[in-house]
C-alpha cells in the first residue's frame, strides 16, 4: 500500500510539471510570448515550399542550408492525404521522420495542417474525401460548377478533419511529448472563400455576407482545434490570406483570420490562440499594425513574402522591435539564393545573439523597431521615425548620410533599440541613424560612449570605440548598410 500511494502521488504531481514543460502561450508583463523549455523565444524561421516536406530525400538535401542561414525553426506542411490515406487508417511516417531530421540539426518545428482547405482549395484532403461529393459537398463557382473547396457547413467534413487532426496531435504528444520538437501548430491553411464573399444565401452587402462566412470558418476551424487539444495542447493559429485595399470580399479569399475580422474568429474559435497574416503586399508593416491594432496576440508572422524581398530584415526588425512579434518567417526558404540566404543569415545570426535581450525588453515595454514605412505600390516614406525611451527622444532616419543615394535602398534598412536601464542603450539592424534629445525638452542630450561589439556567450564583446566620424563628431549612431551591426552607447545630459 505504502509504494501504491508514493506512485500515486508520484503521478499526481508529475502531471502539472509535463504540462508546466510543454510548449505555451504565457503574458510576460506587456508581451505574450511563446515558452519553449520554460524559457520565452523568439522564432527565427522560414516556411518551407508546399511540397518540400512530403520527400525525405528532398528535405536532405536542405537541411544544411536552412542550419547555415541560422535558423532555429522551419515550419512544415503535414499533409490529411499523406496521414490518413485510408479512412481511419493512419500512417505518421512523413510526421516521423520530420521530426527525427529536425532534431538531427538542432531545429524546432511548426507544423502545418493542410487539411480540408490550403489557399481556399481542398486540394490536400485523402482521395477518398476528394471522390465523395455527396458526403462531403462542394461549393459552387462563379460558373455555376462545383469547384474543389468543400463546404464550410459541411459536418461530415468537419469531422473527420477533426478526428485525423486530433489523431496527429495523440501522435505528437506520443512521439515528441518529451522531447518538444514541435513547439507550435497551424490549423489548416489560408482559409477564405473564393469567387464570392459567402458560399450560398448572398445578399447585396458583401461586409456582411464575408461576416457570416467568417464565423461559418471560425466554428470550423473550432471544432478541429478543438478536437487536436483535447489531445495534445500545444500553441494553435490560424493564417490569412491578405486583401488588397479596395477590392471586394471574394477577390480575395473571404472570410479567413483577417485583422478586420478578429473579432469573430475569437469569438467562434476560442481553441485557437491567434490568428497571423500572410504578407505578401509591400505595405508589410500596414497590415501587421492592422492586427495588432485589432488586438491579435501575439504577432506571428508564418509567410513574410520571399527570400527575395528586400525589405525582408527590415520587416522582421520593426515587427518584433515594434510589435512584440514572436517571430517571423520568410516562404519558399528553400529556395533562396546563395545572396539572399547571406542576408537571411546575418540577420537572424544578429537576432539569435540579442534575443534574451529583446524578449526581456519586449515584456518589459523597452524597445521599439524601426523600418521605412512602405505604401501598396512599393514607395518608401523616409520621413524620421520617432520613438521615446527611457526619458530620451530618438529620431531614427533610413536613409544613410554618409552612402550615395543612388547605391542605397531604404526599404532594406531596419533596426532595433532597446533601453538597457539608466542611460544605456542597445541598437542593432542596418542602414540606420539615429538622434536624440530629452523627452522633457530640458537642456540638450549626448552620445557620452559608443562602441561597437558582439554578445557571445559571456556577454558583451567591445570591438571599437566610436567617436569622430564614426559619430559625426558626437552628433549620432550609425549603423552602416549593407551589413548588420550592433552597437551600444551611453547618454549623458549637458
Known amino acids: 500500500m505504502r509504494y501504491l500511494l508514493a506512485f500515486l502521488c508520484l503521478a499526481l504531481f508529475a502531471t502539472p510539471a509535463i504540462a508546466e514543460d510543454m510548449p505555451r502561450l504565457e503574458q510576460r508583463g506587456e508581451a505574450t510570448q511563446l515558452i519553449v523549455d520554460g524559457e520565452p523565444f523568439l522564432i527565427l524561421g522560414g516556411e518551407l515550399g508546399n511540397s518540400t516536406a512530403s ?53 524546432r518545428l511548426v507544423l502545418l495542417w493542410f ?17 465523395d461529393s455527396e458526403r462531403f459537398p462542394r461549393t459552387i463557382g462563379a460558373d455555376g460548377r462545383t469547384q474543389e473547396i468543400i463546404s464550410a457547413y459541411s459536418t461530415e467534413a ?77 500553441p494553435m493559429f490560424v493564417n490569412g490570406a491578405q486583401g ?54 501575439p504577432i506571428f508572422i508564418p509567410e ?44 537572424y545570426a544578429m537576432l539569435d545573439s540579442i534575443a534574451p535581450l529583446v524578449l526581456d525588453a ?31 527622444r530618438f529620431s531614427v532616419t533610413t536613409v544613410d548620410p554618409w552612402t550615395p543615394r543612388d547605391a542605397q535602398d531604404p526599404k532594406s534598412h531596419g533596426g532595433i533599440l532597446i533601453w538597457l536601464g539608466g542611460e544605456e542603450y542597445l541598437f542593432a539592424g542596418t542602414g540606420m541613424t539615429l538622434t536624440v534629445e530629452p523627452a522633457d525638452r530640458q537642456g540638450r542630450m549626448g552620445f557620452e560612449r559608443v562602441e561597437e561589439g558582439r554578445f557571445v556567450d559571456d556577454g558583451w564583446q567591445r570591438g571599437r570605440v566610436l567617436n569622430g566620424d564614426q559619430t559625426h563628431q558626437g552628433r549620432h549612431v ?11 552607447f551611453t547618454l549623458y545630459r549637458y
Do not use: C
Open 55 to 107: 520527400d525525405r530525400a528532398t528535405m536532405a538535401r536542405h537541411w544544411p542550408s536552412l542550419r547555415d542561414m541560422n535558423l532555429n525553426t522551419v515550419l512544415a506542411p503535414i499533409y490529411w492525404e499523406l496521414v490518413e490515406p485510408e479512412e481511419g487508417q493512419f500512417d505518421f511516417s512523413s510526421v516521423d521522420w520530420l521530426i527525427e531530421d529536425a532534431r538531427a540539426h538542432d531545429m
Open 115 to 131: 487539411g480540408t482547405w490550403k489557399n481556399s482549395m481542398s486540394s490536400y484532403v485523402p482521395g477518398w474525401v476528394k471522390r
Open 158 to 234: 468537419r469531422d473527420a478533419d477533426a478526428r485525423a487532426f486530433a489523431a496527429l496531435m495523440r501522435h505528437l504528444k506520443r512521439v515528441d511529448g518529451d522531447a518538444r520538437t514541435v513547439i507550435m501548430v497551424q490549423v489548416e491553411n489560408e482559409i477564405g472563400f473564393l469567387p464570392f464573399a459567402r458560399e450560398s444565401d448572398r445578399t447585396d452587402d458583401p461586409a456582411a455576407d464575408e461576416r457570416a462566412m467568417a464565423r461559418a470558418y471560425a466554428e470550423y476551424a473550432e471544432v478541429v482545434a478543438a478536437a487536436g487539444k483535447r489531445e495534445y495542447a500545444l
Open 244 to 297: 488588397r485595399p479596395g477590392v471586394a470580399p471574394g477577390g480575395y479569399p473571404s472570410g479567413g483570420p483577417l485583422a478586420h475580422l478578429a473579432d469573430i474568429w475569437r469569438t467562434h474559435a476560442p481553441s485557437v490562440d491567434f490568428i497571423a497574416p500572410d504578407i505578401y503586399f509591400p505595405n508589410f508593416g500596414e497590415i501587421v499594425d492592422g492586427y495588432y491594432s485589432a488586438g491579435t496576440r
Open 304 to 347: 513574410a513574402n520571399r527570400p527575395s524581398d528586400a525589405a525582408l530584415a527590415a520587416n522582421a526588425l520593426r515587427s518584433i522591435g515594434a510589435r512584440g512579434a514572436i517571430g517571423f518567417s520568410p516562404f519558399a526558404i528553400e529556395d533562396a539564393s546563395e545572396a539572399q540566404a547571406a542576408n537571411i543569415g546575418a540577420v
Open 362 to 392: 519586449q515584456a518589459e515595454g523597452r524597445i521599439a523597431g524601426f523600418a521605412a514605412p512602405v505604401d501598396l505600390d512599393g514607395t518608401a516614406m523616409l520621413e524620421p521615425l520617432v520613438s521615446e525611451l527611457g526619458g530620451a
Open 478 to 488: 550609425r549603423l552602416p548598410p549593407d551589413t548588420f551591426g550592433i552597437q551600444r
